[in-house]
């Protein structure tokens, strides 16, 4: 992921978990403890795996689904989110440039518990845009109260 991106997506996952102060974004992380590991510990997830000659042995990395893990248990839901976002963002690019595709015989076990991580964190369950709290940015932002799960 390009650094200005990743400086964006810092910025917004900062953002968004400050304004949430009912912790609906940590305890929506906290459900997606199995998708985020599988992700997470996916070795088609590695940059190594797809610039490496001997891919077929990159291991998975258990450290970053247990850096999540931390996270979550430390009550860093901006860390937890971002780590998340970033393994999803890849699956993007690999989708995007036919590794996880049709026809593709190697990354089509990740996409499941993608779609369950972002199918759950787009949901107005978590955040949406109102008029209220105002962020560091001056843009406005606020957790919407009473939303279910969708």
């Known amino acids: 992921m390009p650094i200005k991106d990743r400086i964006a997506l810092d910025r917004f996952t900062s953002e968004a978990c400050r304004v949430d102060r009912e912790d609906r974004i940590l305890t929506a992380l906290r459900e997606l403890t199995q998708e985020a590991k599988s992700l ?7 940059e190594r795996f797809w610039r ?3 891919w077929d042995h990159v291991r998975p990395q258990r450290g970053r689904a247990a850096a999540f893990r931390d996270d979550v248990m430390g009550r860093r839901p901006a860390s937890a989110l971002h780590r998340l976002l970033i393994a999803v963002y890849f699956l993007r690019c690999q989708i995007v440039h036919g590794g ?3 026809g593709s015989q190697l990354n089509r076990v990740t996409a499941r518990p993608a779609s369950t991580v972002l199918r759950l964190l787009s949901s107005r369950r978590l955040v949406s845009a109102r008029s209220g709290t105002t962020s560091s ?3 406005t932002l606020t957790m919407e109260t009473g939303c279910t799960h969708t």
Do not use: H, N, P, Q
């Not at 997470?40 to 590695?46: P, V």
């Open 52 to 54: 490496d000659a001997e």
């Open 100 to 102: 996880a595709t049709l």
């Open 137 to 139: 940015s001056g843009r």
């Open 40 to 46: 997470l510990e996916s070795a088609f997830l590695i």
